[in-house]
């Protein structure tokens, strides 16, 4: 018979042990090796049984053993040294304390994400865009910015992944159990469960309570539609992440961006805590958070939606991190407008002013869809990609809602990701840098200019009992996963010389959509066999990766490899590893000498992985995309050569089969004779000097760059506080400015179709023009209806191609010199020749107001 539910019973603590419950329930314990330390010596066997979980272990403990625990002064002492500690990192003053002293710095700044990989403990996360949200709140945590976290708590997490005995991905749901994990229920003062709704088609209501894990110092809200208030269909609605489709994924993120703010405003008023300032979009998931806040204006305020919907975009951030279009969440119009419309209506909001927030009605785009991403850059003032690289692949992605603007003008910035040192970093290692480079925190980029003091000697030996440790690792996961294909104890003898820790290797672990190419280094079989194989240089391959479950492409890609690391001549070189998650990352990352990346170009928005093994002393071997195109130096890993220009940005009209092959060739070639032969040419004590010494530099240049520190204080100097200036702005002296806003982009969409530029002239201009010389330039306008001082009018000079395309180019405002009646008027300034070589000049017209934060905004633009 089945349990029709069920529950953990936690054991009531001893008054001498009663810390341990918040040092439980805070996540600080999943970066905190002491913490984790503490609960591990209770019961190893335990410990290991409800892998790494605290809340498990307490509820796992027999009140003898807590007894006895209880009993003991010296681990009393440990749990309350613990609960100091916590205590000390929660109010102790930190980075975010300094900065607002000097800026005018957010009071509160909400984060939502559709994921949030924090510890393997919580899995509600499916891979990269979780792990760095996660990161983002530890974080931030660490730094002190006041970030509010908004999820969903899915019940059944992503997915587990097991392999069939042909080596098929099968996939499992275990059920989780809130009550059962570190997170607590969201209550009223009277005890009862906060109950958050929303209005649904048909008459239905949707109903969520909330959880909370605390990740250090910053609260993450997780919406839970699993109540008994609500039908079967609602209670299902957040059971799987990325579950489902249709009518379910909308209402998701209906729920996720909807019920996300309604949240907020509920834990801000249970708790005191203030109103974010900021609202940080990560990914399109949540984009209806704009609608839920231009709804509260409209009913609260008296806006009407315009003048709300300026309000909101000044204070949001939409965080873009998908160069493939096919990773958008895009849904039918009509689906959008049932769910918008009759009794689900959002008060003060019609589905005509919903619908063109995200429709596709540009050049290329799909009539009667509705694209999330396209309403989250047009409802944010402020939005990123997540490299360099991908800043520049999206503005070309989205340059049609810009039209009129070069791609660079496109105003989507770049913040390049990082890692969560504390949580990434192996504990040798961090040891290893605090005995040579001080007790200052390597974690937070302090010494890692000092890293040539570092014995080498010593940094191989580290280096070698982690290798060690993920051969110990992998050998358990693979019997165990060769057990469950159907394998018997009998036949698994050859899984104890399963890889060797004196061999190179290589880790690749990603998810498996096509265009990460798990299956290139399958190219050419033979010749890969020949690297595992090579007698005096051989490599070894440690591969994990789960694919979606409806990808059925990625799942033959499994499929192959997992067919090749069965052949007997093989399998003790090259491995597969199922259920890829934080917990295995944490083995994996640490252990591997070479992290492999080889996506299709370029589609890898940023990828971190290779961070995680760069600050564990790993080098990088991949193609230049993502943040590696940024960092790559020469010196600090190998890049696999591209088959087409690496200045492209957008994806290769080359064959597909034929770039394949190429980059194939290339990245054997590197590890035959480079990769390898670096790491085997050893001195008399058999280190490898000329290894170590890459090791060093990619330590001393990449460690501080790839922080999550250093990211968040990125996206706090550049895109929260600037959006924190602009909300205030826009919504001070009873919105003010965003009324003028409002009724400003209106006049200028009417003028914009009759302002033209009747004539340009310059003088200034010697026969022969020399570096240093000024050009006037003065430039007749019809205003169309404006007025001089809300137009911008600029001259945009460069070098100039033999096609006259600009390049390199420049812009010089000039300004109004003369009313020329019937609404004409001369622009003059002077420009000056500050290049040789072909130069060149144009002259455009541009809105301006102050509640604008670029030119671009508006995509208005009239060029000469």
């Not at 040294?81 to 109010?91: G, K, P, Q």
């Not at 110092?217 to 839970?224: H, I, T």
């Not at 159907?486 to 036949?491: I, K, N, V, Y």
């Not at 890993?637 to 957008?650: F, M």
């Amino acid at each position: 018979m089945r349990a029709i539910r069920r529950f953990n019973v936690r054991t009531a603590l001893p008054q001498g042990l009663a810390p341990l419950s918040d040092l439980a329930t805070n996540l600080r314990w999943s970066w905190h090796r002491r913490t984790r330390d503490l609960f591990r010596d209770m019961d190893p066997a335990v410990w290991d049984r409800v892998h790494g979980d605290p809340v498990a272990l307490l509820a796992g403990l027999s009140p003898q053993r807590l007894d006895e625990l209880a009993a003991d002064p010296g681990f009393v002492g440990r749990v309350h040294a613990a609960a100091d500690s916590l205590s000390t990192y929660l109010t102790a003053p930190v980075w975010y304390d300094e900065f607002r002293q000097h800026e005018d710095a957010a009071a509160s700044i909400a984060y939502f994400s559709a994921e949030f990989g924090i510890t393997h403990v919580l899995p509600q996360y499916s891979g990269g865009l979780g792990i760095l949200a996660g990161d983002h709140l530890k974080s931030a945590s660490d730094l002190g910015v006041p970030i509010v976290g908004i999820g969903l708590f899915y019940k059944e997490g992503y997915f587990n992944q097991q392999l069939s005995a042909e080596g098929w991905q099968l996939e499992s749901y275990p059920l989780l159990d809130p009550d059962g994990l570190p997170l607590t229920l969201l209550r009223e003062a009277d005890g009862t469960p906060v109950d958050i709704t929303l209005a649904l088609p048909e008459g239905r209501t949707l109903h969520a309570r909330v959880w909370r894990a605390q990740v250090g110092r910053v609260p993450l809200l997780l919406l839970d539609s699993d109540v008994e208030a609500n039908d079967d269909s609602a209670r299902e609605l957040t059971a799987r992440l990325y579950g489902g489709g249709g009518d379910q994924r909308l209402q998701q993120e209906m729920l996720l961006g909807i019920g996300g703010v309604r949240a907020l405003r509920t834990w801000s008023r249970l708790t005191g805590a203030p109103a974010p300032e900021v609202y940080h979009c990560n990914e399109g998931h949540a984009g209806f958070l704009s609608v839920e806040r231009i709804s509260e204006l409209v009913t609260g305020n008296g806006l009407d939606f315009e003048q709300a919907r300026r309000a909101v975009r000044a204070s949001n951030v939409f965080t873009t991190h998908t160069p493939v279009p096919a990773g958008i969440d895009r849904f039918d119009a009509e689906l959008v407008r049932t769910h918008f419309s009759g009794s689900a209506q959002l008060p003060g909001v019609s589905t005509e002013q919903i619908l063109p927030l995200g429709a596709e009605d540009y050049e290329g785009g799909q009539h009667g869809i509705f694209n999330m991403a396209v309403m989250g850059l047009r409802m944010a003032q402020r939005a990123n990609g997540v490299s360099e690289l991908h800043g520049a692949v999206s503005r070309s992605m989205f340059d049609q809602l810009w039209p009129g603007f070069d791609d660079e003008e496109v105003p989507i910035t770049s913040i390049t990701n990082g890692v969560h040192a504390p949580t990434w970093m192996d504990s040798r290692v961090i040891d290893f840098g605090r005995k040579y480079l001080g007790e200052g925190d390597i974690r937070a980029a302090i010494g890692w200019d000092r890293v040539g003091q570092l014995p080498r000697g010593e940094l191989w030996s580290v280096k070698h009992e982690l290798r060690n440790q993920l051969v110990l690792d992998v050998r358990e996961r693979v019997r165990e996963s060769a057990q469950f294909r159907g394998a018997s104890d009998a036949e698994l003898g050859w899984v104890e010389n399963l890889l060797d820790p004196d061999v190179l290797t290589i880790g690749f672990a990603r998810r498996v959509p096509t265009y990460k190419r798990l299956t290139l280094m399958l190219r050419d079989p033979e010749r890969l066999a020949g690297l595992l194989l090579d007698p005096e240089r051989p490599v070894q391959l440690v591969i994990a990766g789960k694919s979606h479950p409806a990808d059925e492409t990625g799942k033959k890609l499994i499929q192959e490899m997992v067919q090749f690391t069965d052949d007997p001549k093989l399998r003790h070189r090259i491995v597969f590893l199922p259920n890829y998650d934080m917990q295995m990352a944490q083995s994996l990352m640490p252990g591997v000498d070479v992290w492999l990346n080889n996506p299709l170009r370029p589609y890898e928005a940023s990828g971190t992985s290779g961070m995680k093994a760069a600050l564990n002393g790993g080098l990088n071997l991949s193609i230049l995309d993502g943040w590696w195109d940024e960092w790559f130096d020469g010196s600090n890993g190998w890049a696999i050569p591209s088959a087409v220009p690496t200045r492209d940005t957008t994806s290769s009209k080359m064959d597909p089969e034929r770039r394949d092959d190429l980059e194939a060739a290339a990245l054997y070639d590197l590890i035959e004779n480079q990769v390898a032969a670096r790491f085997y040419d050893r001195d008399g004590d058999g280190v490898p000097q000329r290894w170590l010494e890459m090791v060093e530099h990619t330590l001393a240049v990449l460690g501080p760059k790839v922080l999550a520190t250093r990211m968040v204080r990125d996206y706090t100097t550049k895109l929260y506080t600037p959006a924190a200036i602009a909300g205030r702005a826009a919504t001070g002296d009873d919105f003010g400015l965003a009324k003028d806003l409002a009724s400003y982009s209106s006049r200028a969409r009417d003028a914009f179709a009759d302002v033209r530029i009747e004539h340009v002239e310059a003088d200034g201009l010697t026969d022969i023009p020399a570096l240093g010389e000024c050009i006037t330039v003065r430039a007749y306008v019809v205003l169309g209806g404006l007025r001089p001082d809300e137009v911008m009018v600029q001259v945009v000079h460069g070098r100039a191609s033999d096609t006259d395309d600009l390049h390199d180019v420049e812009l010089t405002e000039i300004h109004a010199a003369e009313d020329l009646g019937d609404g004409r008027a001369r622009f003059e300034g002077s420009v000056s020749l500050n290049r040789t070589g072909a130069f060149g000049y144009s002259v455009r017209v541009l809105p301006r107001h102050p509640g604008l934060a670029n030119i671009a905004e508006l995509g208005l633009v009239v060029n000469a």
